[in-house]
């Protein structure tokens, strides 16, 4: 069973960069892809970014491509989302999903989730 906790959301000016931060506990994320996914209010959660457990790839949705990084560092047991020049369309809970061997982008396809974390972004 992977514990996933989020930190690092908060309120930043439209232009400004966060770094929000996965932290897993349990079984090492090595054999897992993890996910970033959000969800603003009203809307149904939808995927941000990826990180395939084997291989080192990445994916993200056009929207955050070239402002979103995702990274992970397996001895930490930690994943990283490096977001850069965010956009109040951006203003969401951001959310860790770990999924055991596989890919996914879609919500359903993750086996264990994080609480969230709150991304506000104002003008």
């Known amino acids: 069973q992977v514990q996933l906790v989020e930190s690092g959301g908060g309120l930043v000016q439209a232009g400004g960069s966060l770094r929000l931060s996965c932290a897993a506990s349990?079984?090492?994320?090595?054999?897992?892809?993890m996910g970033w996914f959000r969800q603003a209010p009203g809307k149904e959660r939808e995927f941000v970014a990826v990180?395939?457990?084997?291989?080192?790839?990445?994916y993200s949705t056009d929207s955050v491509k070239g402002r979103f990084t995702i990274s992970r560092d397996n001895a930490k047991n930690t994943v990283y989302l490096q977001m850069n020049s965010l956009k109040q369309e951006d203003t969401a809970v951001y959310y860790c999903?770990?999924?055991?061997?596989?890919?996914?982008?879609?919500?359903?396809?993750?086996?264990?989730w994080g609480q969230g974390t709150q991304v506000t972004v104002s003008s």
């Open positions: 999903a770990a999924k055991y061997r596989g890919a996914s982008n879609t919500p359903r396809g993750y086996d264990y």
């Open positions: 990180s395939l457990w084997y291989g080192g790839s990445t």
């Open positions: 349990g079984p090492t994320v090595s054999s897992y892809t």
